[in-house]
């Protein structure tokens, strides 16, 4: 049997009332053409009254796509706000729902409501006797509520407007919102000259939408708006949004301009304090490159803080997360800048991120942008649910791992010994094949382990001594008067089961010999002693080796081509944990 519905809920909420709870029925949704981003537009009753002036909150658009809110539906409504359209039209904006009782339970319509028209509904409605012998009042969704929809607060005698009504058909408009993210403040140059910008994420109960400044406005503003803090903001261009560096749910992004007004807002407001939309890191192998999601996981590992230099000549400083969640599956986020400096993984933190960038890069990688927003250990109920079940058993769990995977191979998390690379004939298919082992290093080749390669930073190919103090690049097809050394080990490495060669180039070889190749190569050059010192030292020392395995062809001869991919020093910890994992799985076969 279907809920009561709240008689007379819908005249209350037109008039300004707050109705707890008020049960409503769906009898129509409508998709609103021509506003590029999903919006839909929702007939409701309350047995008495018909609204067809109602819009549902685009965070709620997963209930349309899920077939939840179809004809018939019952529900509560939980949140709401009623903007005034112009003098004589006003919008239900329902921001939250809770379904009662779905469509194929109700299958008609509850009560002979009367739809509310343009006039009527910024005016009392009729009694319940009056509605129920007005014939004449016809259903009809012949007339889109216009967009300039705006709250019943007012700013020096001016209507607040909500985010998702904005459009560039609009030029009178104010907004309250409280800013999320703000990028540090940036100097350019272009054809037209030098400048300086930062932009903002800023978010309301109804959307999100990023806000641009420059120049003159960049310097007015950038000391004053805080984040974390609410505004009122007018008089900005609105544009449609540039997805390249915009991370937030919107088709349109606000510039500032000279007339431009930024003023803090000192009330108490119930705007939150970020939206996220958390995609599962299990999912995340299924979402195109150069998205922006929002992820939440606990930081399991994480690498030292480490400093690069970009092509542009400028010093970075990047660190790597290893973040899992419920799935088992584990993600490589990249931290930069002052979020990579400061970071601190020594406690396994949740990390909660908004507009994370997903690469594909030997497998799904995430980074976090300027334009994102993260949270360490935030006071919500995802980020308690995983820290909870990372202390009960997500730390003692095995997981795999979606990034230094290719895009059709299982490397990441697969532990294998090489007895059963060999049994199970890993490598031996059309695609590559990856893995993991604990391994030691038993004998290290000295021979052709370093090579003088090009000193392009994009070629690294071999170059040839042309004794003249000059050295030629073939593929570059120039000549260098300095060339740069490249190591390529080749390491015989065991495990308990069975021993197997492989390849290890630059970063990896570096790590395994704690020198630089430019360093060993100047040992080479200059003291033989030292540079057979190093090699030595390298053996019988143990690792855990992410490794490539493929049968490659070359001179009409197949072999076995095994490359360590990533190699890193064994974690007491974890590598216990794994242990401990692997014993519970045998007990519970047995």
């Given amino acids: 049997m279907a809920p009561q519905l709240t008689s007379g809920a819908i005249d209350r909420i037109l008039q300004g009332e707050d109705v707890p709870n008020a049960v409503l029925q769906i009898l129509g949704c409508k998709k609103i053409p021509g506003t590029g981003n999903d919006r839909y537009r929702l007939l409701i009753s309350d047995g008495v009254i018909g609204c067809p002036f109602a819009m549902l909150g685009t965070q709620l658009n997963h209930m349309v796509t899920n077939k939840e809110l179809e004809k018939f539906t019952v529900v509560r409504v939980d949140k709401c706000v009623c903007n005034q359209v112009q003098p004589d039209r006003k919008v239900i904006i329902l921001l939250n729902l809770t379904v009662l009782c779905p469509s194929h339970e109700v299958n008609e319509k509850i009560g002979n409501p009367v739809n509310a028209t343009a006039a009527n509904a910024a005016q009392p409605a009729p009694s319940t006797g009056a509605a129920a012998t007005n014939g004449s009042a016809k259903p009809s969704y012949a007339k889109e509520p216009q967009h300039n929809v705006s709250e019943t607060s007012m700013v020096n005698g001016t209507a607040v407007h909500p985010i998702s009504s904005l459009t560039p058909y609009q030029n009178k408009w104010t907004i309250k919102v409280r800013v999320t993210n703000k990028t540090p403040l940036r100097t350019y140059s272009n054809a037209r000259g030098e400048g300086k910008l930062f932009s903002m994420n800023l978010l309301d109960e109804s959307g999100e939408i990023k806000a641009t400044a420059f120049n003159d406005a960049a310097g007015k503003y950038y000391d004053l708006i805080e984040v974390g803090k609410v505004y009122y903001l007018s008089k ?14 919107n088709e349109y992004e ?32 299924q979402v195109e490159k150069d998205t922006n999601i929002d992820v939440i996981g606990v930081c399991k590992s994480c690498t030292d803080a480490t400093t690069l230099i970009s092509k542009q000549g400028k010093e970075l400083v990047k660190r790597e997360v290893k973040l899992v969640d419920r799935s088992n599956k584990e993600v490589s986020l990249t931290l930069w800048g002052s979020d990579a400096e400061k970071f601190d993984g020594t406690s396994n933190p949740v990390i909660a991120v908004k507009g994370a960038r997903v690469s594909e890069f030997n497998g799904r990688t995430l980074s976090v942008s300027m334009s994102s927003s993260m949270q360490i250990n935030p006071d919500i109920k995802e980020a308690h649910i995983l820290k909870g079940w990372f202390e009960r058993e997500g730390a003692n769990m095995e997981v795999q791992s979606i990034s230094g ?100 180039f630059q970063e990896s070889a570096e790590a395994i010999l704690g020198v630089s190749a430019q360093e060993l190569g100047s040992f080479k050059e200059n003291d033989e002693e030292k540079f057979n010192e190093v090699l030595t030292e390298a053996n019988f020392k143990s690792y855990v080796f992410k490794l490539r395995t493929k049968m490659e062809t070359f001179n009409e001869e197949s072999r076995l081509k095994t490359t360590v991919v990533t190699v890193s020093p064994i974690d007491p910890v974890s590598y216990t944990r794994k242990i401990l994992s692997d014993i519970k799985k045998l007990e519970q076969e047995i």
């Fill in 254 to 285: 606000l510039t500032f301009n000279n007339d431009t007004t930024v003023m803090p807002c000192e009330e108490s407001t119930s705007i939150p304090s970020l939206r996220f939309d958390f995609v599962p890191i299990a999912e995340i192998e």
């Fill in 236 to 249: 900005a261009q609105l544009k449609t949004a540039d997805k390249r560096y915009s991370s937030l749910k």
């Fill in 405 to 504: 995977k290719g895009p059709s191979g299982s490397m990441g998390g697969d532990w294998k010994t090489f007895a059963q690379t060999a049994s199970e004939q890993l490598g031996m298919g059309d695609k590559p094949d990856y893995y993991i082992n604990k391994a030691t290093i038993v004998m290290l080749r000295k021979e052709n382990c370093l090579y003088m390669a090009c000193p392009s930073q994009e070629c690294n190919k071999k170059v040839v001594d042309m004794n003249n103090g000059v050295y030629r690049c073939e593929k570059c097809n120039r000549e260098y008067s300095e060339f740069q050394w490249r190591l390529l080990l080749s390491l015989s490495v065991a495990d308990f089961t069975e021993n197997t060669w492989v390849t290890c």
